[in-house]
């Protein structure tokens, strides 16, 4: 496949990654079919809209419906290049969830005829792209199954910066075989201005746990740190400021705890295989899932009256995003309203108009910055830039904890 040349990909799941690169190969000039099994994202990204909040989507998306390149459809359509690119949670005891990887295998089988490109993208377990194979292959026998080729390409865009990411980060590709890699390179070179770096397929899978399992140590470093500064009276913020002037020392920033659906989860997907030895990688998610407690700690220690009112501010997994997802913001926004039933607890997100059921049933309403201002203690959870000026309108009373040091008296 040369650039320019027009194939027809098929990309499954229509959510975060799969929607924008659907985007971007659309952009290059492919014909693109999005799938996804929920009819109301269908029905929305038929007509151009987007229905997560990401710099620069909503624009790129209504374009390349408007031109035709890019429709969606609930069920996989017979295609050249199949991306998939769906959820891969836990279930309990951190065991790796690949259901909707097989759901979506299965449903491709069904519209396969022998001699296309299958690429995983979502990120997996070692040994997933070859379980892709075998599910496709157990559900059409008929099908000679080594002309398919089947290849990991790891998504690796920074939710915020998706579609610059998708364009210009370096991208990993691993086949099943040689030419399974060789032909999912040629697919991203179509859009990809970093390198294209070709492996196998296992490797792919294990490279793309490890930056995930990186980024949540040295996140677990930023949050152990925080404590042992809390407790020896220095400021975590200006600690790590200042050692990260070492020209080897970079150290990430704490946090209330780390949320979303990836550096949360896939570290224990790295656990998974070598349980006896990914000590430091299972004590990092501890250490990150326990930093919600020492946030109701600090809360605990404003000794607020009852009455009082406690607003949070920012329910997102991070920054400037609408994501709730596996947000430790939602976790302690429950805590608040169960260990303080004496208090009215508000909570500000300027990027959701409604609380999730489980916010809204702990009694917590959702209110704009300018009612927060008032309140008697006031806990920043996510640093969106919106509340960069929030000290400045704080009422004189009000008592405030920082998790994210957005606020943090700058260095005289
Ligand atoms: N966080 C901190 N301190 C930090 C950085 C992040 O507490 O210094 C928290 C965030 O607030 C958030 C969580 O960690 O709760 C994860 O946020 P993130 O910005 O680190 O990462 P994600 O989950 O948005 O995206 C990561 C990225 N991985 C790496 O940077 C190695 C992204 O490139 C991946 O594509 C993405 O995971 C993914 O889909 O796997």
């Known amino acids: 496949m040369n650039e320019g040349i027009l194939v027809h990909i098929c990309v499954v799941g229509l959510g975060y990654i799969g929607l924008p690169t659907g985007v971007v190969l659309a952009q290059a000039g492919q014909k693109v079919t999005g799938v996804d099994k929920n009819p109301e994202v269908v029905a929305q990204v038929s007509r151009g809209e987007l229905h997560f909040v990401e710099p620069g989507m909503e624009e790129a998306l209504e374009r390349v419906v408007t031109d035709g390149l890019l429709t969606a459809s609930q069920d996989p359509v017979a295609a050249d290049v199949f991306v998939v690119a769906v959820p891969t949670p836990f279930r309990d005891g951190h065991q790796p969830d690949l259901s909707y990887i097989e759901d979506a295998s299965r449903a491709i089988a069904q519209v396969l005829s022998g001699g296309e490109l299958v690429i995983l993208e979502s990120t997996s377990p070692p ?46 590709v691993g086949g099943l075989t040689p030419r399974a890699t060789q032909r999912a390179a040629e697919v991203y070179r ?14 792919a899978e294990a490279v793309k746990l490890v930056e995930n399992s990186y980024r949540d140590v040295n996140i677990a470093f930023a949050n152990e740190l925080s404590l042992i500064a809390d407790r020896i009276g220095v400021d ?31 570290p224990w997907f790295l656990a998974h295989v070598a349980p006896d030895l990914a000590r430091l990688i299972t004590t990092a998610r501890h250490v990150n899932d326990d930093k919600p407690q020492h946030v109701l700690d600090l809360i605990r220690r404003a000794d607020l009256a009852d009455g009082s009112t406690i607003a949070l501010l920012g329910l997102a997994f991070k920054s400037n995003v609408d994501d709730l997802r596996g947000s430790p913001a939602i976790a302690i926004a429950q805590s608040v309203a169960e260990t303080f039933p004496g208090s009215t607890v508000v909570a500000v997100e300027p990027f959701v108009d409604e609380l999730p059921p489980v916010l809204r049933d702990a009694g917590i309403d959702l209110v704009d910055i300018d009612r927060a201002v008032d309140a008697d203690l006031v806990v920043l959870l996510v640093d969106h830039d919106v509340f960069v000026d929030v000290p400045q309108r704080l009422a004189d009373h009000t008592v405030v904890v920082d998790t994210r040091g957005q606020w943090r008296r700058p260095r005289s």
């Open 236 to 266: 975590v913020w200006e600690v790590i400021e200042l050692a990260n002037h070492h020209p080897r020392v970079n150290v990430l920033n704490p946090g209330p705890g780390v949320g979303g659906h990836c550096i949360a989860v896939d």
């Open 127 to 172: 040994g997933t792209t070859a379980a892709m194979r075998d599910w496709i292959a157990s559900e059409r026998p008929d099908l000679d199954i080594d002309s398919i080729d089947f290849a990991h390409g790891p998504e690796r865009v920074l939710p915020g910066r998706i579609l610059i990411e998708l364009v210009q980060n370096d991208r990993i």
């Open 190 to 203: 179509t859009f990809c201005a970093g390198s294209v770096l070709e492996t196998d397929a296992r490797t």
